[in-house]
Nanobody
């Protein structure tokens, strides 16, 4: 069992930056691929970014490339999402997720992840 808790969300203006954190506890952190997803009201949960077990390989949705950066600190059991140049369409609840195993596989599908955090709200005003 893995417990995930996100933090760092808030209300910002367009163009601002936020850094989200996700603290993991319960099992060996390096045995998990970690991802960030977001869900806006009335929309399906969508992939934002993922990182492999070592932090050496990252994956991004097209909407995130060039603006967001995912990273992990295995010593601190934490994964981060640095979000720059935020837009109103980035407004959503952001969830981190953990998937057992070290191979990447299909990393953009919510159903391929085993554990989820409750989420942190990000609101970007225009």
């Amino acid at each position: 069992q893995v417990q995930l808790v996100e933090s760092g969300g808030g209300l910002v203006q367009a163009g601002a930056s936020l850094r989200l954190s996700c603290a993991a506890s319960g099992r060996t952190f390096t045995n998990y691929v970690m991802g960030w997803f977001r869900q806006a009201p009335g929309k399906e949960r969508e992939f934002v970014a993922a990182v492999n077990w070592s932090g050496g390989t990252t994956y991004y949705a097209d909407s995130s490339k060039g603006r967001f950066a995912i990273s992990r600190d295995n010593a601190e059991n934490t994964v981060y999402l640095q979000m720059n140049s935020l837009k109103p369409e980035d407004t959503a609840v952001y969830h981190c997720a953990a998937r057992r195993g070290r191979s990447a596989g299909i990393i953009s599908t919510p159903t391929s992840y085993d554990y989820w955090g409750p989420g942190t709200q990000v609101t970007v005003s225009s």
